[in-house]
């Protein structure tokens, strides 16, 4: 009987111990609950979006005044800064010694003139009289002589005279466009030299152009838009981040491409009314995007980003999946997907930190007001 309980107590002992040795990791791990999570509906809705340039405003026509003669400026006949006509007398240099000048040509002209015309009237005769062999051969041909070298000193005076006008004219400097004239370089009573003085400088100001530079690449773009007027298409962004109220169309695409930096110049024109642009002014040229239209769009926020690529997170059902996608630009709090998920996905907003691919989710995040986790 006694070997019996021993059996027994064995027997107990052995399945209190097989029970002790199960621990709590043989029990089954413990369940994660669902990641609380916030949701928004993937929408299509129009996006107008810019590509960006740096530019610089640039006059269509601008000249640097400078002296033609020498001479002390005995005249300045505008207001520095305003707009002047052209044709408008801007400089006068001392006249006398160009007026004298003239005067003496014209009286040279008049001279070799009168010598022409009494060489000529010689020639005349002694042609008649050797038509009836009453002159000497000799004598005829001294008159055809004299009569070519009269007619070129003629020629020569009145080339001289044309030079000298033109020196007198120089000394009274003349608006060549109409344009906004800078601030003199020269007081009254300065002495200038021809060709090295500057005096000033006037540009024109309505219209106005602006360039910015493209890569090659983008060639093919702009030689179609060269083809359209002016719309929305370039608009300018000043320095003090307002926007410029006119909008621009191409003026001109440059000859070539820098084979240095494989970029060229593009130059648009803009209507400037009210001189707010200026030239050397900088500004960001905004070229409106080919692709703007109706896109994809979703929170910014729901955009997460792992070596270098974009993702998001799409509820389905009860199941958190992460999608790779290819993102457009920003527009404020929002961003254009290009493609990656489709209308209508309810795109995870807010939890998504904690999530992995496959993740468990429950839609309302933990202590939101009513309604929080409904679709926004």
């Known amino acids: 009987m006694k070997k019996l309980n021993n059996i027994v107590l064995l027997s107990t002992a052995s399945i209190l111990g097989f029970t002790a040795c199960k621990g709590p990791a043989q029990q ?20 107008v979006y810019y590509d960006k340039y740096p530019a610089t405003v640039v006059a269509l026509n601008q000249v640097e005044l400078r002296a033609q003669v020498s001479g002390y400026i005995t005249g300045i006949f505008f207001k520095e800064g305003q707009i002047v006509e052209k044709g408008k007398p801007l400089y006068e240099i001392d006249r006398r010694k160009y007026e004298a000048a003239y005067l003496q040509a014209q009286a040279n002209v008049a001279s070799a003139k009168a010598s022409f015309d009494r060489a000529k009237k010689d020639n005349d005769r002694y042609e008649r009289l050797a038509e009836l062999d009453a002159v000497a051969r000799q004598i005829l041909d001294n008159a055809k002589a004299t009569l070519e070298t009269s007619r070129s000193s003629l020629a020569a005076a009145e080339a001289n005279l044309v030079a000298v006008r033109t020196d007198l004219d120089y000394a009274l400097i003349k608006a060549p466009f109409t344009g906004r004239i800078g601030i003199s370089q020269v007081k009254l009573g300065a002495q200038v030299s021809p060709g090295s003085t500057l005096l000033n400088t006037m540009s024109s100001e309505n219209p106005i152009g602006v360039d910015f530079v493209i890569t090659e690449n983008d060639l093919p773009r702009y030689a179609g838009l060269q083809t359209k007027g002016s719309d929305s298409t370039f608009r300018l962004q000043l320095s003090n981040g307002t926007a410029y109220t006119h909008s621009g169309k191409i003026l001109a695409i440059d000859r070539g491409v820098d084979h240095q930096t494989a970029t060229t110049r593009i130059r648009v024109e803009f209507d400037n009314p009210s001189d707010q642009l200026k030239d050397g002014m900088s500004c960001v040229m905004r070229v409106l995007n080919d692709q703007s239209g109706d896109r994809l769009i979703v929170p910014y926020k729901a955009i997460t980003e792992q070596m270098g690529e ?37 795109v995870i907003t807010e939890g998504f930190q904690r999530l992995r691919d496959g993740g468990k989710i429950q839609i309302g995040m933990p202590g939101a007001p009513n309604g929080a986790s409904a679709i926004k």
């Open 310 to 346: 974009y993702f998001v997170f799409v509820a389905k059902d009860t199941v958190a999946a992460q999608q790779k996608v290819h993102l457009g630009p920003k527009l404020g709090d929002k961003i254009v997907i290009m493609d990656g998920i489709e209308a209508g996905d309810k």
């Open 28 to 47: 089954g791990a413990p369940v994660m609950p669902p990641t609380p999570v916030n949701i928004t509906e993937a929408t299509v809705a129009p996006a």
